[in-house]
Protein backbone atom coordinates (compact mmCIF):
# COMPACT_ATOMS: atom_id res chain seq x y z
CA UNK A 1 0.00 0.00 0.00
CA UNK A 2 1.18 3.35 -0.59
CA UNK A 3 0.37 6.76 1.41
CA UNK A 4 0.21 9.89 -0.09
CA UNK A 5 0.62 13.77 0.98
CA UNK A 6 0.19 16.88 -1.28
CA UNK A 7 1.57 19.85 -0.20
CA UNK A 8 2.65 23.28 -2.13
CA UNK A 9 -0.75 24.71 -2.69
CA UNK A 10 -2.10 28.04 -2.13
CA UNK A 11 -3.09 31.40 -3.29
CA UNK A 12 -1.43 33.11 -6.46
CA UNK A 13 -2.01 35.43 -8.70
CA UNK A 14 -3.03 34.67 -12.31
CA UNK A 15 -0.30 34.38 -14.64
CA UNK A 16 1.85 33.10 -11.35
CA UNK A 17 3.42 29.59 -10.46
CA UNK A 18 2.88 27.22 -8.09
CA UNK A 19 4.90 23.52 -7.67
CA UNK A 20 2.92 20.89 -5.87
CA UNK A 21 4.33 17.56 -3.92
CA UNK A 22 3.48 14.42 -3.50
CA UNK A 23 5.14 12.98 -0.89
CA UNK A 24 4.56 8.92 -0.91
CA UNK A 25 5.24 6.06 1.71
CA UNK A 26 5.17 2.14 1.09
CA UNK A 27 6.72 -0.21 -0.59
CA UNK A 28 5.10 -0.19 -4.21
CA UNK A 29 5.64 3.46 -4.93
CA UNK A 30 8.54 2.65 -7.57
CA UNK A 31 6.21 0.71 -9.54
CA UNK A 32 3.34 2.73 -9.41
CA UNK A 33 2.05 5.18 -12.05
CA UNK A 34 0.86 8.50 -10.48
CA UNK A 35 -1.48 10.78 -11.31
CA UNK A 36 -3.00 14.45 -10.47
CA UNK A 37 -6.52 15.17 -10.20
CA UNK A 38 -8.47 18.39 -8.99
CA UNK A 39 -11.55 19.09 -8.09
CA UNK A 40 -13.53 22.37 -7.83
CA UNK A 41 -16.38 23.44 -5.58
CA UNK A 42 -19.59 21.85 -7.20
CA UNK A 43 -17.75 19.67 -10.00
CA UNK A 44 -17.08 16.33 -10.14
CA UNK A 45 -13.11 15.37 -9.90
CA UNK A 46 -11.30 15.28 -13.03
CA UNK A 47 -7.86 14.13 -14.43
CA UNK A 48 -5.01 16.63 -14.88
CA UNK A 49 -1.77 14.88 -15.29
CA UNK A 50 -0.20 11.84 -14.95
CA UNK A 51 3.18 10.08 -14.84
CA UNK A 52 4.41 6.27 -15.60
CA UNK A 53 6.20 4.55 -12.85
CA UNK A 54 9.71 5.50 -14.59
CA UNK A 55 8.56 8.62 -15.82
CA UNK A 56 8.80 7.71 -19.19
CA UNK A 57 5.41 8.67 -20.47
CA UNK A 58 3.04 11.50 -19.01
CA UNK A 59 -0.37 12.59 -19.95
CA UNK A 60 -2.30 15.87 -19.61
CA UNK A 61 -5.43 17.18 -19.76
CA UNK A 62 -6.14 19.15 -22.52
CA UNK A 63 -6.80 22.59 -20.33
CA UNK A 64 -3.34 22.19 -19.08
CA UNK A 65 -1.55 21.09 -21.61
CA UNK A 66 1.78 23.57 -21.83
CA UNK A 67 1.46 25.27 -18.95
CA UNK A 68 2.09 22.20 -16.50
CA UNK A 69 4.57 19.20 -15.90
CA UNK A 70 4.02 16.12 -14.20
CA UNK A 71 7.30 14.84 -12.93
CA UNK A 72 9.00 11.73 -10.39
CA UNK A 73 12.09 11.46 -8.23
CA UNK A 74 11.77 7.88 -7.41
CA UNK A 75 14.68 7.88 -5.14
CA UNK A 76 12.59 10.56 -3.12
CA UNK A 77 9.43 9.09 -3.55
CA UNK A 78 7.97 12.11 -4.52
CA UNK A 79 5.84 13.60 -7.43
CA UNK A 80 5.51 16.82 -8.45
CA UNK A 81 3.12 19.57 -10.42
CA UNK A 82 5.05 21.96 -11.72
CA UNK A 83 1.80 24.78 -12.63
CA UNK A 84 2.33 27.76 -14.77
CA UNK A 85 0.49 30.79 -16.14
CA UNK A 86 -1.90 30.17 -13.62
CA UNK A 87 -5.60 30.66 -14.58
CA UNK A 88 -8.48 31.46 -12.28
CA UNK A 89 -10.10 28.09 -14.19
CA UNK A 90 -7.23 26.70 -12.50
CA UNK A 91 -9.29 26.79 -8.90
CA UNK A 92 -9.60 23.60 -7.29
CA UNK A 93 -7.92 21.20 -4.33
CA UNK A 94 -5.66 19.14 -5.78
CA UNK A 95 -4.91 15.42 -5.51
CA UNK A 96 -2.18 13.23 -5.85
CA UNK A 97 -3.23 9.36 -6.31
CA UNK A 98 -1.87 6.70 -6.99
CA UNK A 99 -2.30 3.99 -10.15
CA UNK A 100 -1.65 1.11 -7.82
CA UNK A 101 0.18 -0.49 -10.97
CA UNK A 102 2.81 1.07 -13.46
CA UNK A 103 0.71 0.65 -16.76
CA UNK A 104 0.81 3.66 -19.14
CA UNK A 105 -2.86 2.52 -20.39
CA UNK A 106 -5.41 4.09 -19.13
CA UNK A 107 -3.65 7.01 -17.26
CA UNK A 108 -6.56 9.42 -17.23
CA UNK A 109 -9.11 6.80 -15.78
CA UNK A 110 -10.08 7.74 -12.85
CA UNK A 111 -11.04 4.51 -11.65
CA UNK A 112 -7.92 2.88 -11.82
CA UNK A 113 -5.93 4.97 -9.01
CA UNK A 114 -6.74 3.37 -5.25
CA UNK A 115 -4.63 5.39 -2.97
CA UNK A 116 -5.38 9.17 -2.65
CA UNK A 117 -4.04 11.80 -1.04
CA UNK A 118 -6.08 14.09 1.25
CA UNK A 119 -6.00 17.22 -1.26
CA UNK A 120 -4.19 20.54 -1.29
CA UNK A 121 -6.52 23.41 -2.28
CA UNK A 122 -4.69 26.11 -5.14
CA UNK A 123 -6.51 29.11 -5.36
CA UNK A 124 -5.76 31.96 -8.73
CA UNK A 125 -7.32 35.29 -8.38
CA UNK A 126 -7.94 37.37 -11.08
Known amino acids: QVQLVESGGGLVQAGGSLRLSCAASGRTFSSDAMGWFRQAPGKEREFVAA????????DYAESVKGRFTISRDNAKNTVYLQMNSLKPEDTAVYYC???????????????????WGQGTQVTVSS
Open 97 to 115: AAKGRGSIWRLRDITEYIY
Open 51 to 58: ISSLGGST
